[in-house]
């Protein structure tokens, strides 16, 4: 049988109740009950029940990944594995679990965010996939629940951010075309309810002004960061301006959507139009021909956002807005 707190207590002479405040850390125990406890505890190898001493901490050392509208029809589940293991590897590194869980903008309308959370005795909270729209935006920003949120800046008392600097990356590929000598250049959006979507244009437009070609924004399409949407959106593109040489893609799943209707036309890439992604997920560099495209951080998100909660709720830390700096990667598509 399995050594409890009882055994530990009898054989130390004190009370149940002595036993798990010294081995909790609590001040009003003596010093050398203290060490008699634990040594006790040590040569028994009593191992404290996890449910218990949250209960006694009012603390479960477990971390929530809230992810919004987490279905199989979600193209961002490309971006989010990265994102995902490198926040689980890092907590796991300071000692917390991660448990992931699901909302939807209809549940949003009849749960509170606090309330979500707090039913899943969650000490904080990293939210990924949440739109500009959905309910929870002010709830996260107002509640005092330590919440990271990945990909929109959010900022509060007790709620930070990480993401991508996308106005920069999307400089960073208007650039890169315009140098190539590219002077009519498309861009298929995502959807307008995610706040990269309109960093990403901001950046498209601005990137345009700087290189002296001017922003037509019958050039832009607004699609759905899936295959289908970027199939959809070059289509389109094409249809209104035929001339059009480059085609920038707010996402890699959109771009390669973009490549394979591009070859079902007989349009080579690069050499009769050049297409660029971002993310940089696995298959950008797998797609045939392989993608330039803007790479993210993804892992190192995920590592920040767990670092940034795990201190807000151990160290009472002030939330941060961290902005990762992207990075162009060139291959065959341009």
């Not at 990945?150 to 007790?158: A, M």
């Not at 590219?182 to 345009?208: C, M, P, T, W």
């Not at 709720?313 to 700096?325: E, F, S």
Request: proline content about 3%.
């Amino acid at each position: 049988m399995p050594v409890t707190i009882r055994d530990v207590a009898k054989a130390a002479g004190v009370s149940i109740t002595t036993v798990s405040r010294a081995l909790n850390g609590y001040s009003d125990v003596g010093e050398k009950t203290r060490r008699k406890v634990t040594r006790i505890a040590e040569e028994l190898n009593y191992r404290p029940s996890a449910v218990a001493r949250s209960l006694v901490m009012n603390q479960t050392r477990t971390v929530g990944l809230l992810v919004s509208e987490l279905t199989k029809e979600r193209a961002g589940h490309y971006f989010m594995f990265q994102v995902l293991y490198g926040m689980h590897d890092r907590l796991a590194e300071l000692g917390y679990d991660l448990i992931l869980v699901s909302t939807t903008t209809a549940r949003q309308r009849l749960v509170s965010y606090l309330d979500f959370c707090m039913e899943r005795r969650l000490d904080g909270v990293i939210v990924m996939g949440i739109r500009l729209d959905d309910p929870y935006i002010q709830e996260v920003v107002d509640s005092p629940l330590p919440s990271v949120v990945i990909d929109l800046p959010l900022l509060s008392d007790h709620c930070g951010y990480v993401m991508t600097d996308n106005v920069h990356g999307a400089k960073l590929v208007i650039r890169h075309l315009a140098g190539r000598g590219h002077r009519k250049i498309g861009f298929v959006n995502g959807h307008s309810q995610a706040a990269v979507s309109r960093d990403r244009k901001r950046g498209y437009e601005e990137g345009l002004l700087q290189a002296g070609l001017g922003y037509d924004d019958t050039q832009v399409h607004e699609a759905d960061f899936t295959l289908q949407g970027g199939a959809d959106g070059l289509k389109h593109l094409l249809q209104c301006h035929p001339d059009m040489t480059a085609v920038f893609f707010a996402s890699d799943l959109m771009a390669i959507g973009g490549l394979q209707y591009a070859r079902e036309l007989g349009i080579r890439s690069p050499e009769e139009l050049a297409i660029v992604g971002y993310d940089d997920i696995e298959l950008a560099e797998f797609s045939t021909p392989r993608l330039t495209t803007i790479r993210q951080k993804r892992s190192e998100m995920g590592m920040r956002a767990a670092e940034m909660v795990v201190a807000m709720m151990k160290d009472h830390a002030t939330p941060q807005g961290v902005l990762l700096a992207p990075e162009l990667v060139v291959r065959d598509t341009t």
